[in-house]
C-alpha cells in the first residue's frame, strides 16, 4: 500500500485541503484546511494537521503518521486496512480489532473541511484531537516561536487566532488549553525538490471527547456559523460531479476535475498554480464546454474580456511577473470557437465578436512582444510560449522567432474569426484574406526544413518537440504528412504522455529533479507532460490511427488517480510537479469524447458545420 498516495480536496475559492492517506505530510503544501486569497490566490495553511489517539480498553491508539529527522513517528499507518480517494478521502483502519472508517468533505462554496469518523464493532471510550496550527503561506515553513496564538471559545467552536485568520473547530467535549510547539517535521517531498522542508507546528491543546458520538463529526472552518453539515456536503459533491459517463475511468476524471471551478474561472493546478489564462482556455473544452456547462463557459469568456488591454489578454491575470504572452488570446479565441461548435449559441458569438476582432487587430499591429512578419507571428521576447521555464535571467526555451505552434494558433483565430464574421453578418476585411491566402501552403514550405519538421524558424531550430502537433491537431489542420507523426511515436510518445524534447537530442534531460535551477531546465527539455496526450491523440486519429488502439495504449494515464502536470522524461510513471493539473484533465476528457469514444460526437474541425 502507498501511503503517500495524495488526495485533495477544493472550493470554488480555491482552497483546498490536502494531505497523504496516513496524513504524513510530504509537502509545505499539505494542509487539513488551506485557505485562498481570491485577490491573487496566495494560499496560506491554517490547519496543518488534526491526529487523534483512540481508547480502547484502556489502551491509546494513535492513527497519526509524521516524517521526522530519520524516522518515522508515530505510526498510524499500520492500522490501515484500505482506503478510497474518489469522490473524496476514505480511510478504513483496524484497530484492537476495531474498524474507523475516516472521511473529509470540503464545502464546495465556503472555506469547510467536516472529518467524520464512524466506528465499527465497538465506540471508543476517548477520542483525544490535537489540532496542529501553522497559519501561514503554503510555500513557507514555520518555526517556533514565530507566531502567537489566542484560544477563545464560542457557542458552537474552539476559536484559534492570530493577527491575521481565525480558525474554528467544532466544540464537541472539552478543550484543555496547554500550548507547545512540535519540532522538526520533515516534508519528503521538499527535500527532494531543495525548497523549504523541515517545520515546526503549534498545538494550542487537545480536545477530549467523552462519551464519544457515532458517527463523530469534526467541523473544521473560517466562519463562525453553522452551515452544511456532512451529508449536505456530500449530496453537493455527487450533484456537481455527475454524469452519465459510463466509463469509470473517464467519469472519475469528470468528477475530479469539478475541484478547478472557481466561480468564473479555473485553477490551473493544485497545489500551488492560480488560474493561468493560457491553461484555462486549453482546459475548458473538456472541463466546461463539452459537459455543457455553457453558463459556466459564458462567465468565463466574459471574465477574461473584462481583463484585455490593447485586445490582449494577459496571461496572468494576478502576477505581473507573468502577465504577458503571445498566444493566450489565441487560446481565447480557440475556446470560444469550440463553444459555439457544441452550444450553437449565436447570441454570445456575437456578443464576443468585437473581442475576437481586437485580439486579431492586436496581432497584426503588434507589440513589444511579437509583431507580424508577412503572414506569421514572430516572437522577440523570451518566455512568450507554454515553453517559459526559466530560473533567474536565464530562460531555458525562449523559442524567439516563430514558434510552429503560435502560427498554428493564429491560422486558426484567422479561421474562427472569419468563420464568427459570416455567422454574425459582420465583414472579416481584406488583410485576413490577404493572410489566409496561402497560409497553409507557406506554412508547410517553411516550417518543413530539410525533410525535418522545425520548432521555431527565423532563425531556424529543428529541436524535435511536441509543438508541431497543433499543426495536425486544431480545428483548422495545417498539415497531414504522417512521417513527423511517426517520429513522434517513436520518439516523444509514452504511456503517461507526450515528451516535450527527443531523447535523441543532446539537451535532453530525462530527469525532473534537483533544486529550481535543475528542475526548471529539465521542465521543457524531455520531462513528459499528459496535456500534450491531447493533441497528439487528436493529430494521429486526424491522420488515421485506430483510437481503440490510442485508447489502449494511453490507459496508465487515463486511469490514473489523480493526473499530475509532469513526468520524467525517461520511465515516466512517478508523478512529478503538481498533483492535479487542469490541463491534464481537460485534454484527456476532450480528446476521449472528440476522438477516442466509439460513439463520438462529431469531429470538430474548421468550416461551417454547426
Known amino acids: 500500500m502507498d501511503y503517500n498516495q495524495e488526495w485533495l480536496l477544493a472550493n470554488s475559492r480555491g482552497s483546498y485541503s490536502s494531505s497523504t492517506i496516513s496524513f504524513a505530510g510530504t509537502r509545505t503544501y499539505h494542509g487539513i484546511l488551506v485557505v485562498s486569497n481570491p485577490a491573487d490566490y496566495q494560499r496560506y495553511v491554517i490547519l496543518s494537521k488534526l491526529f487523534e489517539e483512540l481508547e480502547f480498553s484502556v489502551k491509546q491508539f494513535s492513527l497519526d503518521t509524521n516524517y521526522y529527522p530519520d524516522t518515522v513517528y508515530p505510526t498510524g499507518c499500520k492500522y490501515i486496512d484500505d482506503f ?7 480511510i478504513n483502519y483496524t484497530v484492537d480489532g476495531n474498524r474507523i472508517k475516516k472521511s473529509l468533505v470540503m464545502d464546495p462554496e465556503s472555506d469547510m473541511v467536516v ?6 464493532k465497538k465506540i471508543p471510550e476517548k477520542v483525544t484531537l490535537y489540532p496542529l496550527l501553522a497559519f501561514r503561506n503554503f510555500h513557507d515553513v514555520v518555526r517556533a516561536g514565530e507566531r502567537e496564538f489566542r484560544f477563545s471559545e464560542s457557542e458552537n467552536f474552539y476559536n484559534f487566532s492570530d493577527s491575521s485568520f481565525t480558525l474554528h473547530i467544532s466544540r464537541v467535549g472539552s478543550f484543555i488549553n496547554e ?11 521538499e527535500k527532494e525538490r531543495g525548497t523549504n522542508s523541515t517545520e515546526d507546528l503549534y498545538n494550542p491543546g487537545k480536545i477530549i471527547i467523552n462519551p464519544v458520538k457515532n458517527p463523530l463529526d469534526i467541523k473544521i472552518t473560517m466562519e463562525d456559523a453553522q452551515t452544511h453539515n456532512f451529508d449536505e456536503i456530500v449530496g453537493i459533491i455527487n450533484k456537481l460531479g455527475s454524469s452519465k ?6 467519469n472519475a476524471l469528470r468528477f475530479s476535475s469539478s475541484k478547478f471551478r472557481l466561480k468564473d474561472d479555473l485553477i490551473a493546478g493544485y497545489h500551488w498554480f492560480g488560474p493561468w489564462t493560457r491553461d484555462t482556455f486549453i482546459s475548458m473544452p473538456g472541463l466546461v464546454i463539452i459537459p455543457g456547462n455553457y453558463e ?8 477574461y474580456a473584462g481583463r484585455m488591454v490593447n485586445g490582449i489578454v494577459p496571461n496572468n491575470a494576478y502576477s505581473s511577473e507573468f502577465y504577458r504572452s503571445a498566444d493566450a488570446s489565441l487560446w481565447y479565441i480557440y475556446a470560444l470557437h469550440k463553444y459555439y461548435h457544441y452550444s450553437h449559441d449565436k447570441s454570445f458569438i456575437s456578443q464576443m465578436y468585437g473581442r475576437v476582432k481586437s485580439i486579431v487587430d492586436a496581432y497584426f499591429n503588434g507589440n513589444d512582444d511579437f509583431y507580424l512578419d508577412g503572414r506569421f507571428i514572430h516572437i522577440k521576447s523570451a518566455q512568450m510560449t507554454w515553453m517559459d521555464g526559466k530560473t533567474g535571467d536565464v530562460s531555458f526555451t525562449p523559442r524567439l522567432g516563430k514558434p510552429v ?10 479561421n474562427s474569426y472569419s468563420y464568427f464574421s459570416r455567422i454574425t453578418g459582420s465583414k472579416v476585411g481584406d488583410r485576413v484574406e490577404d493572410v489566409l491566402s496561402s497560409f497553409r501552403n507557406e506554412f508547410i514550405k517553411r516550417f518543413t526544413v530539410n525533410g525535418q519538421i522545425a520548432d521555431v524558424i527565423d532563425p531556424v531550430d529543428v529541436s524535435f518537440r511536441p509543438n508541431f ?11 497531414d504528412r504522417p512521417d513527423f507523426l511517426e517520429k513522434a511515436v517513436n520518439e516523444l510518445a509514452t504511456p503517461y504522455g507526450i515528451r516535450t524534447l527527443s531523447p535523441e537530442d543532446p539537451k535532453f534531460k530525462g530527469i525532473y529533479s534537483g533544486d529550481q535551477y535543475e528542475r526548471d531546465s529539465a521542465y521543457h527539455n524531455g520531462t513528459v507532460w499528459p496535456w500534450l496526450a491531447g493533441p497528439y491523440i487528436s493529430a494521429m486519429v486526424n491522420n488515421g490511427h485506430d483510437p481503440g488502439e490510442l485508447l489502449r495504449y494511453f490507459s496508465p494515464l487515463f486511469s490514473m488517480k489523480n493526473v499530475p502536470e509532469i513526468f520524467d522524461g525517461l520511465n515516466p510513471g512517478i508523478p512529478r510537479g503538481c498533483m492535479m493539473q487542469a490541463w491534464s484533465y481537460g485534454e484527456l476528457i476532450r480528446s476521449y469524447y472528440e476522438d477516442l469514444k ?13
Do not use: C, H, Q
Open 84 to 90: 478510497s480517494i474518489f469522490p473524496f478521502p476514505v
Open 115 to 120: 472529518i467524520r469518523y464512524e466506528f465499527f
Open 179 to 189: 500550548g507547545y510547539w512540535y519540532y522538526n517535521f520533515i516534508y519528503p517531498v
Open 245 to 250: 459517463e459510463k466509463n469509470p475511468d473517464i
Open 296 to 303: 459556466f463557459a459564458r462567465s468565463i469568456f466574459s471574465n
Open 405 to 414: 505552434e503560435i502560427n498554428a494558433l493564429w491560422y486558426n483565430a484567422l
Open 469 to 479: 502537433l497543433f499543426a495536425y491537431s486544431l480545428p483548422y489542420k495545417l498539415m
Open 598 to 610: 466509439i460513439s463520438r460526437r462529431p469531429k470538430i474541425t474548421g468550416g461551417d458545420k454547426s
